[in-house]
């Protein structure tokens, strides 16, 4: 018994991953200095750091499974 997705699911996925991962590196990878109270400190600077790298990771991910479903990463043969 195989089971047949519709491509359509791996391009919306891949979609929302490249959406919310810009969202992500974007909004809470950033350093907003006119808006903070206090300076910043090593925990903050760690957790905006941590945003950005799964923001991209989410982009990447986003990317490959779009271009994987478009047929762009068939292997030749």
Do not use: K, Q
């Amino acid at each position: 018994m195989n089971i047949v997705i519709p491509p359509i699911v791996f391009y919306v996925l891949g979609a929302l991953f490249l959406v919310f991962g810009t969202l992500r590196a974007v909004i809470l990878g950033r350093r907003r200095a006119d808006r903070e109270v206090v300076d910043d400190t090593p925990e903050r600077a760690r957790a905006r750091r941590r945003h950005v790298m799964f923001g991209v990771f989410w982009v990447l991910t986003g990317l490959f499974l779009i271009a994987s479903t478009a047929g762009v990463l068939r292997r030749p043969g």
